[in-house]
């Protein structure tokens, strides 16, 4: 499986198992964008979420630019990210960070070692185990179910 599909992959299950609190309309809806928004880098070469390299592209940068509309001017004139739009990134940053290890930053939050079980009832594919394993210096069958994961 190359870094793309597991990319994909990861994303996809984030929404689908561990965003919990929403409705299945909005799952649905999430789900599409975070589809959509991946399928585009399905040829690119993508060094991580924030990582600055001349020959290749950050997807933060991108990704603000792609959705315009997920950001919002509070009444005290802030700008700020819409709340479907946070979940959007979530899913893409996370998937991102984890099948590329060497430029994880653990930017995304408030997932658990529970919800990433429940992502792959089959078990986490080995590509994953190992990147928690080292991420972490420790087995991640270790973590219990409520233990924060950053992601």
């Known amino acids: 499986m190359n870094d793309w599909s597991k990319w994909m992959q990861f994303s996809c299950r984030m929404v689908i198992y561990a965003m919990n609190h929403h409705t299945p309309e909005r799952k649905t809806k999430v789900l599409k964008k975070v589809i959509e928004f991946i399928n585009i880098y399905r040829d690119t070469k993508i060094v991580g979420w924030d ?13 603000d630019d792609y959705f315009e509309d997920g950001w919002k001017v509070t009444n005290h004139g802030d700008i700020i990210k819409t709340r479907f739009f946070r979940d959007i990134c979530c899913a893409v940053r996370a998937g991102i960070d984890v099948v590329l290890p060497d430029q994880w930053q653990a930017g995304v939050l408030g997932f658990t070692a529970g919800d990433i079980r429940t992502m792959y009832p089959k078990g986490l594919p080995q590509w994953l185990q190992e990147t928690f394993d080292e991420e972490y210096s420790t087995l991640f069958d270790n973590f219990p179910d409520e233990a924060f994961i950053q992601l």
């Open 51 to 63: 990582a600055d390299h001349k020959d290749y592209m950050c997807l933060s940068d991108k990704i």
